[in-house]
């Protein structure tokens, strides 16, 4: 084991007994689910069932969404398997308890300090933990590969920064990767990175790229489209603050009749900040956690609520993509309201969807906007020429169906790992 490592579990070790006040600390922001504070100790809040377990983990919104096609799949191919799903985020929690399937454990991933990674392990004895992105916490890593537990990384992603900063520890880079059994990128640069840090990839694979399209609720969106009467909708979708009020320009830009904005945040929790904001420009505003209606002097409409971006698409006629327009996040997956045939429009920063969006652009299925000004200029466009907007939109669809089957790909990978399927009674 590298020094560094050494010298990494020789710290949590110290600090553990620090992780209860942190975690009541980020709790009363918000950050942790006061009820489920002893899973991120790595105490199980329910019973471990009986047969092999395997534990699929996603840090995040996003990368817990892009597990669910392969959730799926192995309940369908391997119904002797138990799943665990685990997740860092209180909204990424919020979220599986919507989308899990019932049979689909979930629990809060522990805190990376060795004791309650070991008692996570102890309860929960994963005979295979497959990990989603860049999730490389040592302890986790390391002592499941102790306990006999086969490791995979799938749409493994390193940007250069992060290359740039494992690089400086070669021996501990060397030493995480090294504990995979499969490691598959998530595109051909990281594939490259993984590799100079010493990871040995075996292929190509973006579980975001081929999930289903987003669910919805039929009654809420007939009542909603109601209350609309016919009148058109942009969504903007998954925001970050300073994103709002860009995007609140541009539609006010618009000739009248406006269209109806609907700004889904990327964090509920900033609902009440961005009403009052908003209200304070004298907009008028109706807010979905707290029960207002759509009324029709409504101007913003703010689905401050989780796990219903596939209602609000489906009343779309256009969708900005957050995340895009600040510094520093990154964008967000466009492949979300292109599966519903909808044009989407960004920002520049899109470098975690670097390649989707080029794919997107270069179908001539998406718009990249670097300024305000070209922002109100795209929204004008589409939203006065819907005709233009519809095609756009078909051709979103088309490149995003023509996706390969991602679960299909990982199913198949993860099958030297997985335990042997028990013998069928009555064979020999």
């Not at 009343?315 to 044009?343: I, S």
């Not at 305000?372 to 490149?399: F, I, S, V, Y």
Request: aromatic residues 4%.
């Amino acid at each position: 084991m590298s020094l560094g490592l050494l010298a990494y579990r020789a710290l949590t070790a110290l600090l553990e007994p620090a992780a209860p006040f942190v975690l009541r600390s980020r709790a009363r922001k918000g950050k942790e689910d006061p009820t489920r504070m002893a899973e991120r100790l790595g105490r199980a809040s329910c019973a471990r069932p009986d047969g092999e377990v395997v534990w699929l983990h996603g840090a995040s919104v996003g990368e817990t969404l892009s597990l669910l096609p392969l959730v799926e799949a192995l309940a369908r191919a391997r119904p002797d398997l138990r799943l665990l799903v685990t997740s860092g985020t209180v909204t990424a929690a919020q979220l599986m308890a919507k989308r899990l399937p019932a049979s689909v454990l979930h629990q809060f991933v522990p805190v990376d300090a060795p004791g309650a990674v070991g008692r996570f392990l102890k309860h929960w004895k994963p005979c295979v933990a497959i990990f989603v992105e860049s999730e490389l916490w040592p302890n986790l890593l390391l002592k499941a590969r102790k306990a006999g537990c086969r490791l995979a990384l799938l749409g493994a992603r390193v940007s250069d920064d992060s290359a740039r900063g494992w690089s400086r520890a070669p021996k501990t880079a060397r030493a995480l990767l090294g504990a995979f059994d499969l490691i598959l990128a998530q595109d051909a640069p990281s594939w490259t990175r993984l590799k100079a840090l010493g990871g040995k990839v075996t292929g190509e694979l973006d579980l975001k790229q081929a999930a289903a399209p987003l669910p919805h609720d039929d009654a809420e969106l007939l009542a909603l489209q109601a209350e609309l009467c016919g009148r058109p909708v942009i969504v903007a979708a998954s925001t970050h603050p300073g994103e709002d009020e860009q995007i609140v320009r541009a539609v006010n830009a618009l000739p009248h009749p406006r269209p109806l904005l609907v700004i889904a945040p990327r964090h509920p929790a900033r609902g009440r900040d961005i009403a009052e904001a908003l209200r304070a420009q004298g907009l008028k505003l109706s807010r979905r956690s707290v029960g207002e209606r759509i009324l029709g002097d409504t101007e913003i409409y703010l689905a401050d609520t989780l796990g219903e971006l596939g209602l609000f698409f489906r009343l779309a006629k256009v969708v900005v993509m957050g995340g895009g327009f600040g510094d520093g996040v990154g964008g967000h997956n466009p492949l979300e309201p292109a599966r519903l045939g909808l044009p989407v429009v960004t920002g520049p920063d899109v470098a975690n969807f670097r390649e989707t969006y080029a794919g997107l652009l270069h179908a001539h299925a998406a718009l990249m906007t670097p300024h305000q000004a070209a922002l109100n200029a795209a929204l004008a466009d589409l939203l006065a020429n819907p005709e233009r907007a519809a095609a756009m939109g078909e051709r979103a669809k088309a490149h995003a169906e023509s996706r390969y089957d991602a679960a299909k790909t990982a199913l198949k990978a993860l099958e030297p790992l997985l335990p042997p399927k028990p013998a069928r009674k009555g064979k020999r």
